[in-house]
């Protein structure tokens, strides 16, 4: 489990084809200080498994399952990433319950800058409309927001300078595809209706 707040950015070493999946070698710093082999680690809001250390680098590996959700498989040498180690039960939960299991990915629309902060429209599947509610939290590559504006199959959020400088949201641009994990709680409570009817 984890929380959205991203912790470092991590740059993508190496991209090795395995099957129709890839192992997934990236360089970091902070997050390395207590990760081990097994671990668990959102890499752009995806839960992946740490499977190799070695001095300033981590493997992880994105099955074809995990490619087929995400944006992993489009992740060039040399890009940037997010990353943020599995939460830790004496931690503060600053953003929401994230469980690094993305749900689609969306499409960015527009990315407008104002005056202290950008404000980033996302398009999304149309299925997924009932787990978005106005200043309701979506996780994106693996960064806790709220929902700023919804309408139809598209929402906005404002991202505030620190979270622009801190995570890839500055990299990103019209068109690029980001990871969308919608919150946990309303997936919960939809089951729950249904199962009543």
Same mark, same amino acid.
């Given at each position: ?28 710093? #902070? =997050?390395? !200080? !207590? ?13 992946? +498994? ?6 300033? +680098? ?31 039960? @004496? ?8 469980? /690094?299991?993305?749900?689609?990915? /969306?499409?960015?629309? @527009? ?9 980033? #429209? ?12 106005? =200043?309701?939290?979506?996780?994106? @590559?693996?960064?806790?927001?709220? =929902?700023? %504006? ?6 906005? =959020? ?7 400088? %801190?995570?890839?949201?500055? +990299?990103?641009? %019209? ?7 919608? @919150? ?11 199962? #009543? !009817?």
């Amino acid at each position: 489990m984890f929380t959205g707040l991203v912790e470092e950015i991590g740059k993508l070493e190496n991209k090795i084809s395995e099957g129709l999946g890839y192992r997934l070698i990236i360089s970091a710093s #902070k =997050v390395l !200080d !207590d990760l081990e082999i097994g671990s668990s680690i959102s890499v752009n809001g995806t839960c992946l +498994t740490v499977v190799k250390l070695e001095k300033n +680098t981590f493997s992880v590996e994105a099955i074809e399952e995990t490619l087929k959700k995400t944006n992993l498989g489009e992740l060039k040498t040399g890009g940037k990433v997010n990353l943020e180690r599995s939460l830790k039960v @004496d931690a503060r939960l600053g953003g929401h319950f994230v469980l /690094g299991h993305v749900d689609t990915t /969306g499409e960015i629309l @527009d990315v407008k800058e104002l005056s202290n902060s950008h404000f980033v #429209k996302i398009s999304f599947p149309e299925k997924f409309r009932q787990y978005l509610i106005y =200043v309701g939290s979506v996780a994106i @590559d693996g960064v806790s927001m709220t =929902v700023a %504006e919804l309408s139809g199959n598209t929402f906005s =959020v404002g991202v505030i300078p620190h979270t622009w400088e %801190e995570t890839i949201f500055s +990299t990103r641009k %019209e068109g690029d595809m980001v990871n969308l994990e919608f @919150d946990v709680l309303g997936k919960y409570v939809e089951r729950i209706m249904n199962e #009543k !009817d």
